[in-house]
């Protein structure tokens, strides 16, 4: 038996399995994925509890059936455009899958993070690419996914790693089988991977996760009500892991007049040199923040550094500088690009010409993971509505009063968003609805009881949701639940 | 106010405005659709109904708002992951689309066909490419929407027409507002739209529908239980509206020895000229029939013909010709693309080797809009369920006892398939989840009441079904009705 043909019970089974030795593994994951990301213990700790629970997520959004979306047509005589067949509809997976893990989550984006968890969860076999930032973790962790699939008694091809990059652009360029790929990384890389996905002899769908500058508004009554505790949780937002997180704040909207620079500048300077993840990334990082600390009207509230530390390792401390709006839109080819580090902007807005606010961020952010607003208790404004409503258009997330750091792993969660957020804004990455990218419905028309597939069946052995439309009513285009 | 904030009862009316003008027209529409494309009136009777019941199709599944995909999931302190803030998310409408008009079905995929409708319900505003076969039923088409769309008092933009081919490939690959692009037709122009969509400074989602040539297999067990029927019900379904539907059965795969050359030959032959739709379809048609009966291997049951009628229409008759399965492997190049017309293959098959039968099928066809199984009654030997089990692999819809010509409009269709077939294999273009194309999920976290969209509010002002994972549970993913 492969994947494929696993009940949702079998592959709930399987992912609870990953889960367990996983959490087993505890000990000997950790103090890898310190050695070789740098990332403090405390937030490795957290990651792969999420990355346990979202395993179990998926088992049981698997064990559920409602990814399915069984829908039962009963044959119809009387049907409003002519005899109507029985047709019975349900998802299957769209075959294997190539994952590119990203370095900056090495448990939760990575060998046995949320997009296997999906694609295993749809069905579908894994070929991972595996991150050269985390080399060893990575082979442990393949180890343990490898060993409980032997023991669910599935194949091996069931789930493998490859850490060679030109094998795996060979994959997603010229292997058949592949059916869908999934990546989270930078604009650059994954602009590059969807080409190769689109332009195949036959083209693929290609999930790019490519990274986002997450706007923040802060409202003239939120600053009066809270400014000291704002500039704080703002600075914590942006240097927490190093900046290294594709949520981190970018970019800061406050009044003019707004008198945080102190506050800021001295919260920030506060923050110690972290290890950025691998080299590439601090490359990359230093060059930005160089490009940014050189833009006209560009001033500097925490000038911060990055710097090749005793280890060896580059590290970065927080860099803040502010800009006006005028300069922004001006120098927006230079400033727009996504920091990947520790780096943030604050831009000055003039709070009588809130207009020009709106029209700005609407302009400048055409896609984004997040955007949040922060503003006083009772504030709604139609300046503000109109805020929200452009806000809404361009993000997958909009948060109020919060910091977008920290993706919370619930049914209602969306990490995604319009293009160059990601290259498939229908999509999350995070959140049960995850499964849906690696699905693909069919439909059995007049099939004979006794070569239906198990969901389909009236007897339904599988006991998964089915959504019956019934003979008889000429307009019955409903979903009602069995 | 624009289509994006209607609420779903809004748009239900407008949807429901558009059939009733179309269906009040009837009396001009069919004689210039008769006129323009050469199709039967009574064809074209049925297909303008089933037009009208898909407009009124979806107005009723925007008015139930289940597409909207309400997932409301409580702040939850104690969650397994740590506090979970308050999480609510649903569907918002992608943004204008643009539609390619199809010229085989000048209703129902065409200027208020299942796109258009399946868009203004997700509330999108729609730019329609015409298709050049058939302008005047396009205008006319186009100005009964219009007129709908004026008097539910929104805006002109809701709904445009272009005719100039230039202008529509300009707006698919410059154009910054168009967010997604539908398209029925060949796989040649299908692909290279597809690639300029890709290609975009800012890509966007590609929906094409490029035809498939439906292989249908006749089971030893259906050939001795019903060959006379089988053979003139599939001379009917390869040669209905001249053979110009994506769902024509391109390929019958009949036991050695079946016996039914005569029988098919005569039933072709009986059938006369019918016009083609319009110059381009006959030279290619011409073209590929030209290029099948030179094909070494390839036998005539029927020659048919494709020659200029007395009107200065081209006229075809149905061509069915003959090749063995080694033959047909071989010259796979040549046989394996679409006719677009009267025209299809008969393959034999050793009805002692099914397996060579099961493994030709999985490598001639890896993606199809449907396959077909005849069988006899109660007829599941192990190689008819591996039949069924590579063809749904292959394949967007898989009948039984069938023909794959007419295609249900109900929630369970499953108008689709892996590429070739389309280029999005998740999605359908007929049936209520065609909706699911041109929507995007967001979501609002711990977003104030006051300032949360109708759909998200406890109080529902639309009354559309939320789903809600309440807080205290802390394995709770489930996705539960209100």
New interface residues.
Partial sequence: MDLTETSPAERAALLNAIADALSSAADDLIPLAMAETGLAEARLT?EL??TV?QL??FA??CA?G?FLDV???AADPD????P??D???FN?P??PVLVFAASNFPFAFSVAGGDTASALAAGCPVILKAHPGHPRLSALTAEKVRAAVATAGLPAETFDVVHDQDAAVRLLRDD?RIAAAAFTGSYKVGRLL??IA??RE????FYGELGSVNPVVVTPGALAERADTLATAFVASVSGSAGQLCTKPGFLFLPDGHGLADTLGSAAGAVPGHPLLHEGIAAAYAARRAAVLATPGVSVLAEGSVEVGPSGRSLAAPTLVEVGLGDLLKHRATLLDEAFGPLSVVVRYDPDRPDLLVAAVGELF??ALTATVH?A??E?DAW??GL?AVL??R????????WPTGV???????H?G???AT????T?SVG??AI?RF??????????P??L?APLRDDNPWRVPQ?R?AAGAS?N???R?A
């Fill in positions: 957290g509890k999420r629970v179990r997520m049981d959004v559920e409602e829908r039962l047509d049907f409003v455009l002519g109507r067949p047709l019975r509809r299957l769209v075959g058949d969807a080409a689109a332009g036959r083209p693929i769908p055409p896609g503003r208790a009772g709604s503000l509505r929200v809404r258009e993000v997958g997330r909009l948060l109020f009063d919060g919370a792993v619930t049914p209602a969660m969306q995604g319009p293009f160059p290259t498939a804004p229908a999350t049960t609805a849906q699905l693909r419905p069919v439909v059995f028309q007049d099939c004979p006794e070569l597939p959504r439309a307009q285009w409903g979903h639940s």
